[in-house]
Nanobody, 124 residues
Framework: QGQLVESGGGLVQAGGSLRLSCAASGRILSSYRMGWFRQAPGKEREIVAALSRSGGNTYYRDFVKGRFTISRDSGKNTVYLQMNSLEPEDTAVYYC?????????????????WGQGTQVTVSS
């Protein structure tokens, strides 16, 4: 069936950077629209950034605009989330998601496939 595997999370000080990776086995990610979500303790999972199948369209939540960048390396079959100027409020488990539909997916139920998540902790 294939799966998504996130990596790159960890502990970083406020103002630092991390790059999350989402690798796929059994699926060609360039054929999927992609999303990065996050879930903080006691909160609902929320969209952070999204990328269309073509790669021509992106979406960012207001609270990450100018700080986070979603991108895809088709040769490596990997999607990335570059996170700069991290803030303690960015602390959460980050999930990548994929779906075969066109357009941008902004809701959880618009994604069929999910990774297991990677923890990002930002200290003040």
């Amino acid at each position: 069936q294939g799966q998504l595997v996130e990596s790159g999370g960890g502990l970083v000080q406020a103002g630092g950077s991390l790059r999350l990776s989402c690798a796929a086995s059994g699926r060609i990610l360039s054929s999927y629209r992609m999303g990065w979500f996050r879930q903080a303790p006691g909160k609902e999972r929320e969209i952070v950034a999204a990328l269309s199948r073509s790669g021509g369209n992106t979406y960012y939540r207001d609270f990450v605009k100018g700080r986070f960048t979603i991108s895809r390396d088709s040769g490596k079959n990997t999607v990335y989330l570059q996170m700069n100027s991290l803030e303690p409020e960015d602390t959460a488990v980050y999930y990548c998601a994929a779906d075969y539909a066109y357009g941008l997916g902004l809701q959880l139920n618009e994604y069929q496939f999910w990774g297991q998540g990677t923890q990002v902790t930002v200290s003040s």
